[in-house]
DNA sequence: TGAGTAGGTAGTGATTCGCAACTTAAAAAA
DNA sequence: TTTTTTAAGTTGCGAATCACTACCTACTCA
């Protein structure tokens, strides 16, 4: 990929979130990893990708730091690729676009579906909620740059001590 | 690509959100577009993308109904595109993915960043929360199938009727 | 009418992709 | 112990996609 021009590239996280996902598969790797599987074969079978592009992925999400690659301790042929707190970080990113994809391609709800264990109810859908919890559209926002920001007044409790 | 096999494939919104969005610089072009660009030689200069893969994706966005691709009426030659509100709807997964690059990635905020226009305070971090509004981490969370999920008991107020 | 500009196409070589067949090392079976 | 099976890759090859440069085509403006 073309280098991007300075103030694009330097100050913000989404192309370096690309650079490990930006791949087509690394996605569905990712969201078979969320579902539990944790095998190559297991991978494969289930996706249908290529045995070399697989192998090509899960060695780049593990460079990347997304997934560990462990062999099994009674059989050492066996890997187990699991989810580092770096890749599980990634689950709101990859529900929000699930959640998309439900509600402008498919238009059906997805199976299976992540459910809060405590009551088994759904999720929420993934938005933008603002500093106090409201639900933001992108009509009520705008860009500013960091050093325009002004600090949020506190109510002064126990400020001044 | 390949195709998946069909209980992963028919019944999530990921593998049908990628095949709009599964490409490279689809995010980049799209994030220009959320950061108020709208003609091709922006995204172009912008981006530093080539011609011609610009012109396909853009093509393919417009192709998706995630552009809109309209010739301004004071100046034919110029062609805007903006987003639907389709495109626009892919924000929170933007931003999921552009915090997490900011997280585990580049390790610092990016910039400009999204505020709440009523107070000039940055928005939260995208997360995912319980029917009831509790920050929930994957381990909070298991996989349910849709049948298997019961609806919620409401406090019954003005049930009966 | 001629120059400039916005938005694209075309041609070309390098890279990546998907498929099938092969490899390696460990485990299980005989 | 030898043979077979299995898990996890690797290799080779043709097809598709990519990026880079140059060219093209409307339209506008002087």
Redesign the pocket.
Same mark, same amino acid.
């Given at each position: 990929?073309? /280098?991007l021009k300075e103030d694009l590239c330097l100050d913000c996280g989404l192309p370096a979130a690309l650079e490990s996902m930006g /791949? %087509?598969?690394s996605f569905l790797i990712l969201r078979a990893a969320f579902n539990g599987l +944790? +095998?190559? /074969? #297991?991978f494969q079978s289930t996706l249908?990708? &290529? %045995?070399?592009? !697989? &192998?090509?992925r !899960?060695?780049r999400l593990v460079d990347h730091g997304i997934l560990a %690659?462990e062999p099994?301790p009674?059989? %050492?042929?066996?890997? #187990?690729?699991r989810l580092t707190e770096k890749g599980a970080a990634l689950l709101p990113a990859m529900l929000a676009l699930r959640q998309w994809g439900e509600v402008w391609e498919t238009g059906m709800p997805s199976t299976p579906v992540l459910v809060d264990t405590r009551d088994e109810q759904p999720i929420r859908k993934v938005s933008i909620l603002s500093h106090d919890g409201r639900e933001l559209q992108l009509g009520d926002m705008c860009w500013k740059h960091t050093h325009e920001i002004k600090p949020l007044e506190m109510p002064r409790l126990q400020a001044v001590a």
């Open positions: 990929m073309g /280098e /791949e %087509r598969w +944790h +095998h190559f /074969e #297991e249908g990708i &290529a %045995r070399n592009i !697989l &192998a090509n !899960l060695g %690659r099994m009674d059989d %050492r042929r066996k890997i #187990e690729y």
